[in-house]
């Protein structure tokens, strides 16, 4: 779950395309922007831990793995290099401490979580032994029986053969793998831990332990990246043939590595490619997975089965479910309230050894801008059902958002057509930078984190 805690970003003039990629965020992950959740609202977040659930809403639970080998040069997620044993065990035990606070509290109402998620970070730096009491634990509070999927992101060069096998038998069901690029020296000079042979051979350990779903993730745009390495790239993805493929476009958000290099030398464009030619690149993979018999999913993913093949922390989020955000730094939705944890390791670990909630902000959206969450983050998805919103929140989606469908049909992007609102190939590319458009006009040109 992205964690932009430490951001300080100006949305994209969604007027026109930006050529050069300059320091700010880029990809959207939540509505009303981050930087409206407040302190003070807090109490919002254990108000709504003391109501009923609405009936049929979904709970999921996501937890942050701080821990990495070393630190990517894009990467802006609360990561920490420098934590030892009796660290890393105070951080799983307030973790666990943390969703016993929660399992107890009304908002839960009997319900299982029916999804769950380890993020990073990287959820794999951690032991065979660490991660089997933390997953004991968090079982022993809230069962995972009635889950039907369970995603663990990994760094290739972090997995044994010993530890992939024992997180298959965690119960895993989605094994994502970070692989970013296959070209040892773009993996060097981004920042990466590991290099293509770990690559090779975890992916082929991990698919003898018969994961039901391997997904790799791909950044296009890296420091010193090439065309040509990008068809490379994609032609040993090909060939590897997971069962879906996560394709991010670099953007350069103002706390990683490469910014503070810009800043220091005085740059204003980042050492990247331009967005033009990222959008050029993922529209070449999707055309060439295609052909090798996937379909495109999202505007970041494709996938090489549809009915066999799902993400449901994703279409469960963008659909308005409940989720406990555990760890440093997380994110969470309860009942309608959105709420973020302390983005500092120890302030963390401070709230959970008082035995409180570690929550330092929160926002309850409207009823408009939660249909405004659940639209713009839906049409990530290429195309959306009035019908659903009509149902959901009585509101035809036709009439509130006329202008922005208006303005998109008129520059290209998207077509109305009866029931459906759907974005062509070229919009899909971009979507991130339209959504704005949606966006209610005290949000536009806010700061996003």
Known sequence: MTDTSSLDLMAPAPAQARKETTAGNYFVSNYPPFSFWKPEF???????????????????????????????????????????????????????????????????????????????????????????????????????????????????????????????????????????????????????????QEIGRAYAHARALDFPQINIDLIAGMVEETEANWRECIEKTIQLQPDSVTIYQMEIPFNTTIYKQMKAEGKLVAPVADWETKRGWVNCAFAELERAGYTVASAYTVVKNEERTHFRYRDRLWAGADLIGLGVASFGHIGGTHYQNEPDFEPYLRAITQGRLPAYRALTPSEDERLIREFVLQLKLGRVSGAYFQNKFGVDIRQRFSVPLRTLEDWGFLKVAGDAVALNREGLLQVDRLLHEFFRPEHKNARYA
């Not at 659930?53 to 080998?69: D, E, N, Q």
């Not at 040069?73 to 934590?83: A, I, L, P, R, S």
């Not at 973790?95 to 299982?112: D, M, N, T, W």
């Not at 999927?149 to 024992?166: Q, V």
Request: some cysteine; proline content about 6%; overall charge positive.
């Open 42 to 196: 807090v109490q919002e977040a254990h108000a709504a831990l003391d109501r009923a659930p609405k009936p049929g809403t979904p709970l999921g639970v996501y937890l942050h793995i701080p821990f990495c080998r070393k630190r990517c040069h894009f990467c802006y997620f609360k990561v920490y290099t420098d934590k030892d044993s009796a660290a890393i065990k105070a951080y799983i035990d307030a973790a666990l401490k943390e969703l016993q606070l929660y399992s107890g509290r009304p908002f839960i109402g009997g319900r299982k979580p029916s999804f769950i998620y380890f993020g990073g970070g990287t959820p794999s730096y951690l032991s065979v032994s660490q991660l089997r009491s933390l997953t004991d634990g968090m079982k022993a509070l809230l069962p995972w029986d009635a889950a039907d999927e369970i995603t663990f992101e990994c760094e290739p060069g972090t997995l044994t053969d010993h530890k992939l096998k024992a997180i298959r038998e965690l119960g895993v069901t989605r094994l994502s793998l970070g692989v970013e690029n296959f070209s040892d020296h773009i993996l060097e000079i981004n920042g990466r831990a590991h290099r293509s």
